[in-house]
C-alpha cells in the first residue's frame, strides 16, 4: 500500500513538472497581438510617450490590400523585451520591467519598401534611436500566415534588426507583385523596360537601374540623395546602357573629333589635343 501511495506521489510530481516546463516554455514564447490598442493599455505608457521619433513616416504605399493594417499595432514578447510593429509607422523596443528607468526605443520609423526580384519583400523601418554613429533600423519580413502577428525577432549586425511579421494578406501568390500596383503609366514604362532589355539595347545592370528609379517615381523607395550621382545625366546613363551603344558613340564622337580638328589645320589654326582627349 506505502509502495502505491510513493508512485502515485511520484506520478504526481513528474506531472508538476512537465506542468511547470510547459507554461516557462509557453512564456517565454508568449505572442501577444494587440490591434489598434495604440499602446494604450500598456503599464508602461509614460515611457512610451517619452520616445521622440526622428522624422516622420512615408506616406502609406505599395498593394492596397494591405493598407488596412495602417494604425494597427501588433506585439511580441521576447526574453524581457517587448516589441511592437505598427505597420507604415514604427518599430519600437520596451523592456519588460518595473524598474523606474526601464528602457524604450524606437527601432526605426517607415520609409520604404524592401523590393526583391519586383516583388515586395518587406518593409524597411529606419531612423530609429542613435546608435553610435548611425540610427538603428529595422526589416520587417511579410510571410504568409493564418493571422496577422509577430513571430520572430533578430539583431543580424549590430542596431539592425529584422523582425517577421505573418499575414493571411501576402498569402496569395500574386499578392506581393509590384507591377499591379502601378499606374498605368508606369507600367507602360515597365513594359518599354522590359523591350529594351528583351532588344538587347539595355544590360541587365541598366534595367535594374531603370525599373528602380520607376519604383521611386512610384513612391515605393527613397531615391538615394542627389550629390550620390552628381554629373551624371540620367537620360545619358540610359543611353549608354548597353556597351555596343556606348561603342557606337564613342566613333561617332572621335570622328566629329577629327572632322573639327581637319577644320581648324585648313584654316591655319594651331591646335594640340590634350592628354587623355
Ligand atoms: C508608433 O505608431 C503608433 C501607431 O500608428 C502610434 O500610435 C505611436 O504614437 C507611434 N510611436 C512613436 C514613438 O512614434
Ligand atoms: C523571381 O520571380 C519569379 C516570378 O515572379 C520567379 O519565377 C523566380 O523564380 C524568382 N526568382 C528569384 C531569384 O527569386
Ligand atoms: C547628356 O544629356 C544632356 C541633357 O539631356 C544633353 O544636353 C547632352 O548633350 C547629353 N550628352 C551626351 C554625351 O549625350
Given at each position: 500500500?506505502?509502495?502505491?501511495?510513493?508512485?502515485?506521489?511520484?506520478?504526481?510530481?513528474?506531472?508538476?513538472?512537465?506542468?511547470?516546463?510547459?507554461?516557462?516554455?509557453a512564456g517565454k514564447m508568449k505572442i501577444v497581438e494587440e490591434p489598434n490598442t495604440?499602446g494604450?493599455n500598456n503599464p508602461f505608457?509614460?515611457?512610451?510617450?517619452?520616445?521622440?521619433?526622428?522624422?516622420?513616416?512615408?506616406?502609406?504605399?505599395?498593394?492596397?490590400?494591405?493598407?488596412?493594417?495602417?494604425?494597427k499595432c501588433f506585439s511580441f514578447v521576447e526574453?524581457?523585451y517587448k516589441y511592437e510593429f505598427?505597420?507604415?509607422?514604427?518599430?519600437?523596443?520596451h523592456?519588460q520591467?518595473?524598474?523606474?528607468?526601464?528602457?524604450?526605443?524606437?527601432?526605426?520609423?517607415?520609409?520604404?519598401?524592401?523590393?526583391?526580384?519586383?516583388?515586395?519583400?518587406?518593409?524597411?523601418?529606419?531612423?530609429?534611436?542613435?546608435?553610435?554613429?548611425?540610427?538603428?533600423?529595422?526589416?520587417?519580413?511579410?510571410?504568409?500566415?493564418?493571422s496577422n502577428k509577430l513571430v520572430?525577432v533578430?539583431?543580424?549586425?549590430?542596431?539592425?534588426?529584422?523582425?517577421?511579421f505573418?499575414?493571411?494578406?501576402?498569402?496569395?501568390?500574386?499578392?506581393?507583385?509590384?507591377?499591379?500596383?502601378?499606374?498605368?503609366?508606369?507600367?507602360?514604362?515597365?513594359?518599354?523596360?522590359?523591350?529594351?532589355?528583351?532588344?538587347?539595347?539595355?544590360?541587365?545592370?541598366?534595367?535594374?537601374?531603370?525599373?528602380?528609379?520607376?519604383?521611386?517615381?512610384?513612391?515605393?523607395?527613397?531615391?538615394?540623395?542627389?550629390?550620390?550621382?552628381?554629373?551624371?545625366?540620367?537620360?545619358?546613363?540610359?543611353?549608354?546602357?548597353?556597351?555596343?551603344?556606348?561603342?557606337?558613340?564613342?566613333?561617332?564622337?572621335?570622328?566629329?573629333?577629327?572632322?573639327?580638328?581637319?577644320?581648324?589645320?585648313?584654316?591655319?589654326?594651331?591646335?594640340?589635343?590634350?592628354?587623355?582627349?
Amino acid at each position: 500500500m506505502d509502495r502505491w501511495r510513493f508512485a502515485r506521489a511520484q506520478q504526481l510530481l513528474l506531472l508538476l513538472l512537465a506542468l511547470h516546463a510547459q507554461l516557462v516554455l509557453a512564456g517565454k514564447m508568449k505572442i501577444v497581438e494587440e490591434p489598434n490598442t495604440f499602446g494604450l493599455n500598456n503599464p508602461f505608457l509614460p515611457q512610451i510617450n517619452k520616445l521622440q521619433p526622428n522624422m516622420e513616416p512615408s506616406p502609406i504605399s505599395g498593394p492596397s490590400h494591405l493598407t488596412r493594417l495602417a494604425g494597427k499595432c501588433f506585439s511580441f514578447v521576447e526574453s524581457s523585451y517587448k516589441y511592437e510593429f505598427c505597420p507604415f509607422h514604427n518599430v519600437t523596443q520596451h523592456e519588460q520591467t518595473f524598474r523606474w528607468n526601464a528602457y524604450s526605443g524606437i527601432l526605426g520609423i517607415w520609409q520604404e519598401w524592401a523590393i526583391e526580384n519586383n516583388t515586395f519583400v518587406g518593409m524597411w523601418m529606419r531612423e530609429g534611436d542613435s546608435c553610435g554613429s548611425k540610427n538603428r533600423q529595422t526589416k520587417v519580413l511579410l510571410v504568409c500566415g493564418r493571422s496577422n502577428k509577430l513571430v520572430h525577432v533578430s539583431e543580424p549586425s549590430t542596431c539592425i534588426y529584422s523582425i517577421t511579421f505573418e499575414t493571411p494578406l501576402v498569402c496569395h501568390p500574386h499578392s506581393l507583385l509590384v507591377y499591379p500596383t502601378l499606374s498605368a503609366s508606369l507600367q507602360q514604362k515597365w513594359d518599354d523596360v522590359e523591350q529594351s532589355f528583351y532588344d538587347e539595347l539595355i544590360t541587365e545592370q541598366g534595367y535594374k537601374k531603370l525599373l528602380k528609379t520607376l519604383f521611386e517615381e512610384a513612391g515605393y523607395l527613397k531615391p538615394v540623395a542627389e550629390n550620390a550621382i552628381e554629373g551624371l545625366d540620367k537620360s545619358n546613363v540610359t543611353k549608354f546602357g548597353s556597351l555596343g551603344k556606348c561603342q557606337e558613340q564613342y566613333e561617332e564622337l572621335s570622328k566629329e573629333l577629327k572632322r573639327l580638328e581637319d577644320l581648324l589645320t585648313q584654316h591655319g589654326i594651331s591646335h594640340e589635343r590634350r592628354a587623355g582627349v
